[in-house]
Nanobody
Framework: QVQLVESGGGLVQAGGSLRLSCVASGRTFSTYAMGWFRQAPGKEREFVAAITWSTGSPYYADSVKGRFTFSRDNAKNTGYLQMNSLKPEDTAVYYC?????????????????WGQGTQVTVSS
């Protein structure tokens, strides 16, 4: 089992920044990838960014490329999503997830552990 706790969400004006954190505990040695997804009201959960845990190599959705940066601290079992130049369309609940079987995973079905989510609201 892997437990995930997200933090760092909040209300910010357009153009502002937030940093989300995801702390993993439990069987963290089994982490292949950590990802961030988001879900806005009435929409499906969508991929935002992820990182291959062993190498620290991040990959991003086109909609956030150049604005968001995903990094990880292996020693702290923590992933960080730095979000800059935020837009109102970034408003959603952001979920952290871990995959124990896929190193490069874009689809929610490739992740087997999920956090409870943190709200990000960007005002115009």
């Amino acid at each position: 089992q892997v437990q995930l706790v997200e933090s760092g969400g909040g209300l910010v004006q357009a153009g502002g920044s937030l940093r989300l954190s995801c702390v993993a505990s439990g069987r963290t040695f089994s982490t292949y990838a950590m990802g961030w997804f988001r879900q806005a009201p009435g929409k499906e959960r969508e991929f935002v960014a992820a990182i291959t845990w062993s190498t620290g190599s991040p990959y991003y959705a086109d909609s956030v490329k150049g604005r968001f940066t995903f990094s990880r601290d292996n020693a702290k079992n923590t992933g960080y999503l730095q979000m800059n130049s935020l837009k109102p369309e970034d408003t959603a609940v952001y979920y952290c997830a871990v995959s124990t079987f896929s190193r490069r995973a874009y689809n929610p079905s490739n992740y087997d552990y999920w956090g409870q989510g943190t709200q990000v609201t960007v005002s115009s």
